[in-house]
């Protein structure tokens, strides 16, 4: 009778960060990280045989999902990775923990001089009932793999018990337009995007990561048409009439609450807004056409206005880390 081996696959069902030593917290997803070089082809020689041979090595970018719930430490490396006056330029190193339902370490992912370039938040709908999250990408200078780890993931008690972040809690200020942002229903997504360069240094094979210019997005809000007179008239002063320099530009803040409504998460403060489209949204069908029959009530009339902005910060309070410190 053969005797069976007891190796048995291993399942991973957490994820959590480490930033300079420090676990972080949980992530729900992680994706990233392999180190990869190019292919060089040579001219066909003599031998009618193409030779290869491997360029310099590379590494994937990283791209992890999380919420509330994490440390001072990861949400500051957010807040600092695309501030163009600081020193350190938001660069961590750190890893990525892998561990099974018992939180036994499986193996991790070590990164260094992780350098964010594209950090999401996510899009806002009042009638949302769905868990919000923001997403990191970053890029790292190099990357280790290592296997068979011990030990378990010792995170505080409490940074299990994150705090429900859902898209639909959200408060939305720009100056001069109070009125129509508490109508607000609906906010796109966010993404500010880094571009980074790889600076080669000769006697390395991996190469150093600048970064060179930060991508703002434009901020898109819907709301319904009967409270949107103060964007019409901006867009009519600042488009139309075309009095449009930096004094007509706006500030304004979005606060991502929690579900009470009472607690600020975390805060983007958005500098020197413009206002460049108003047009109507979506239209659905009118009652008494078959697709909703004649009893249906009447669909709200929504506008989509559309805003470009400079620079967006972002900021967290303590009720968004783990302890609630």
Known sequence: MAISRNDRAFGISKYGIELQHTLGGFVSSVSGGEATADVVTERLGSDHLTKKHLGNVKYEDI???????????????????FNQTSQS???????????????????RLTWTFGLITEF????????????????????????????????????????????????????LRIDGC??????????????????VTDNAIGEH?????????????????????????????WHQDFVISGNCGEEREKGGTLEYLTPNLQEVLFTLNFYHLGVFKVSPDKASAEPGTPEKGPDAPSPI?????????????????????YGGR
């Open 301 to 321: 009339r929504r506008v989509k206005v559309e805003m470009y902005c400079e620079d967006i910060k972002f900021a967290f309070s303590a009720a968004a880390m």
């Open 205 to 233: 094979r991996d190469h150093q990561k600048e970064p060179t210019s930060v991508e703002v997005p434009n901020l898109v809000i819907y709301l319904a048409e009967s409270h949107a007179d103060e964007f019409f008239n």
């Open 120 to 171: 999401t938040m996510p899009a806002l709908d009042a009638s949302s009932k769905e868990s919000a999250q923001m997403t990191v990408k970053f890029s790292p200078e190099t990357t280790r793999k290592t296997w068979n780890s011990s030990g378990k993931l010792s995170f505080p008690a409490d940074s299990g018990r994150q705090k429900k972040w859902l898209p639909s809690n959200f408060r």
């Open 178 to 195: 109070e009125v129509g942002c508490s109508k607000v229903s609906k906010i796109d997504a966010l993404t500010v995007k880094q571009k």
């Open 63 to 81: 791209t992890f999902k999380c919420g509330s719930g994490m440390s001072e430490q990861v949400y500051q490396w957010i807040a600092t990775g």
């Open 89 to 107: 330029r938001g660069r961590e190193d750190g890893a990525i923990l892998y561990a099974d339902y018992d939180n036994n370490e499986i193996s």
